[in-house]
Every structure is written in structure tokens, then in C-alpha cells.
């Protein structure tokens, strides 16, 4: 059985710092491109970033390039979100994804992320 859990999730001040942490359980994980999305409220869910399997090659969506970074540990079957300076518009349900070919075969049950002063 396949799992994603994530963990890091809260509520931070803007400006601040948080780190999203998944791991991936029940398949190999050096086999698929690992991608963090997240969902506002009634907004579509939205890819915040991805990073392929074999060279690591890493893509952002425009509202988190030079603030957020995407990275992982094949050893530790874990791939991070380090999200800095966070806006009150970072507030969302973050989830991360196991992607093959494309297509997204596994989600994670989601981490709740609040910007507020």
C-alpha cells in the first residue's frame, strides 16, 4: 500500500519560515517525479512546484520562484518544501504528489499552511 505523509504544516507570521516534509512508503521512490501542490479555499488546486527522479530538475509556479525550494532525499524516500518569506496568499491545504509519465499516481492526505499575523 502506498503512502504520502505529510508533516510541517501551521500557522506563521508573514515573512516567516516553514518547512514541508513527505514521505513516501510502499513503492520505490526514486522511480517518480515528486511535485507540492496547494489549495486554497474555493480556488483549484494548483502546482506549486515539482522535482523530476533522475536529475532532480525542479520547476516553480511564478508566485513562489525565489521564495520556495523543492528537494529530496531518495535515501530518506522524502522530498521537502522549503517555503520562505510566506504571503498571506501561501495560505492554503498543501499536498504533495507521486508523478509517473506525467500523471499523478499519489497524493498526500494534505498539510494545513496559515500566513496571518
Known amino acids: 500500500q502506498v503512502q504520502l505523509v505529510e508533516s510541517g504544516g501551521g500557522l506563521v507570521q508573514p515573512g516567516g519560515s516553514l518547512r514541508l516534509s513527505c514521505v513516501v512508503s510502499?513503492?520505490?521512490?526514486?522511480?517518480?517525479?515528486m511535485a507540492w501542490y496547494r489549495q486554497a479555499p474555493g480556488k483549484q488546486r494548483e502546482l506549486v512546484a515539482s522535482?523530476?527522479?533522475?536529475?532532480?530538475?525542479?520547476n516553480y509556479a511564478d508566485s513562489v520562484k525565489g521564495r520556495f525550494t523543492i528537494s529530496r532525499d531518495n535515501a530518506k524516500n522524502t522530498v521537502y518544501l522549503q517555503m520562505n518569506s510566506l504571503k498571506p496568499t501561501d495560505t492554503a491545504d498543501y499536498y504533495c504528489?507521486?508523478?509517473?509519465?506525467?500523471?499523478?499516481?499519489?497524493w498526500g492526505q494534505g498539510s494545513q499552511v496559515t500566513v496571518s499575523s
Open positions: 510502499g513503492t520505490i521512490f526514486s522511480f517518480y517525479t
Open positions: 522535482i523530476s527522479s533522475g536529475d532532480a530538475r525542479t
Open positions: 504528489a507521486a508523478d509517473r509519465r506525467g500523471v499523478t499516481l499519489y
